[in-house]
């Protein structure tokens, strides 16, 4: 048997695959209880599922407070060394240059988190200019939400942006997030080379992994789950127990993420 679905059958860690969350966050969250939402506990569920590795934002920072939610994003990291690496959010609104700056050198940081349906600011608006400047300069990828229909992170924006920044590497946060945006975000990415499709939501299916693969290539789709605004084991058991070959699941599942977060040691 599969080395991952028996780890599961036996209700055990499993230890054969690394696996990234690419895609998670840290701490309470205003709108809505989470149970258990910080460090110490996400950290017990990694280990129970056999979860190496997560890239977090601070709920605070994605929602009300960029400055505050940075900080406590980088005090999350260091409170379980080598299990995370931040994202650093950047509110168009809430001085995008000053947190670069602040943040951007910052080890504890491997990515950029934006949050333009929260942030109420679209994609292609100016004031996110520094973040594709940085993201140019240093090879830093950049997370976005995405939803189909959203008037400030639909696909085509994505797809604006990414032909204005070919250069960039741009994680599409949940792939549009419902049936007809994986279907634009698959075209997104097969016309742009630096997008990158991420799993996280609450509509797709083993079925729609297994397409994204075959049609834009596991080193272009990551696994992610929302941890802990949605349980990481319905979106690991989405991965796993899709259709794919051993090692297009090893990718998805954090080889490809791994690979993307190298930038850091580039930096000298």
Same mark, same amino acid.
């Given at each position: 048997?599969?080395?991952?679905?028996?780890?599961?059958?036996?209700?055990?860690?499993?230890?054969?695959?690394?696996?990234?969350?690419?895609?998670?966050?840290?701490?309470p969250?205003?709108?809505?209880?989470?149970?258990?939402?910080?460090?110490?506990?996400?950290?017990?569920?990694?280990?129970?599922? #056999? /979860?190496?590795?997560?890239v977090?934002? *601070?709920?605070?920072?994605?929602?009300?407070?960029? !400055? $505050?939610?940075?900080? @406590?994003?980088?005090?999350?990291?260091?409170l379980?060394?080598?299990?995370?690496?931040?994202?650093?959010?950047?509110?168009?609104?809430?001085?995008?240059?000053?947190?670069?700056?602040?943040?951007?050198?910052?080890?504890?940081?491997?990515?950029?988190?934006?949050?333009?349906?929260?942030?109420?600011?679209?994609?292609?608006?100016?004031?996110?200019?520094?973040?594709?400047e940085?993201?140019?300069?240093?090879?830093?990828?950049v997370?976005?939400?995405?939803?189909?229909?959203?008037?400030?992170?639909?696909?085509?924006?994505?797809?604006?942006?990414?032909?204005?920044?070919p #250069? /960039?590497?741009?994680?599409?946060?949940? *792939?549009?997030?419902?049936?007809?945006?994986?279907? !634009? $975000?698959?075209?997104? @990415?097969?016309?742009?080379?630096?997008?990158?499709?991420?799993?996280?939501?609450?509509?797709?299916?083993?079925?729609?992994?297994?397409?994204?693969?075959?049609?834009?290539?596991?080193?272009?789709?990551?696994?992610?789950?929302?941890?802990p605004f949605?349980?990481?084991?319905?979106?690991?058991?989405?991965?796993?127990?899709?259709?794919?070959?051993?090692?297009?699941?090893?990718?998805?599942?954090?080889?490809?993420?791994?690979?993307?977060?190298?930038?850091?040691?580039?930096?000298?």
């Amino acid at each position: 048997m599969d080395p991952l679905v028996s780890a599961l059958w036996e209700r055990r860690p499993q230890s054969d695959v690394r696996i990234v969350d690419a895609h998670a966050h840290v701490g309470p969250y205003s709108l809505f209880f989470i149970p258990d939402a910080g460090p110490e506990a996400m950290v017990r569920v990694m280990d129970r599922c #056999g /979860v190496s590795h997560a890239v977090i934002s *601070s709920h605070l920072a994605i929602q009300l407070d960029a !400055a $505050a939610g940075n900080a @406590a994003t980088a005090a999350a990291v260091d409170l379980a060394p080598g299990r995370f690496t931040g994202y650093l959010t950047v509110n168009p609104w809430q001085d995008p240059v000053g947190e670069l700056e602040k943040w951007g050198a910052d080890e504890r940081f491997g990515g950029i988190k934006l949050h333009p349906d929260l942030h109420d600011y679209p994609l292609t608006g100016p004031r996110y200019t520094p973040v594709w400047e940085f993201a140019q300069r240093t090879g830093c990828p950049v997370l976005t939400h995405t939803y189909d229909g959203s008037p400030y992170n639909d696909l085509p924006m994505v797809d604006h942006v990414a032909a204005a920044h070919p #250069g /960039v590497v741009i994680l599409a946060g949940h *792939s549009g997030a419902t049936p007809l945006g994986f279907e !634009a $975000a698959i075209e997104v @990415a097969l016309r742009r080379p630096g997008v990158i499709l991420e799993l996280c939501g609450s509509f797709n299916t083993g079925a729609d992994i297994s397409r994204m693969v075959r049609e834009v290539g596991a080193d272009r789709v990551v696994y992610g789950s929302d941890f802990p605004f949605i349980d990481l084991r319905m979106s690991l058991g989405r991965v796993i127990f899709s259709d794919l070959a051993e090692d297009d699941r090893a990718a998805v599942l954090g080889g490809t993420m791994t690979r993307l977060l190298r930038w850091r040691s580039g930096l000298g």
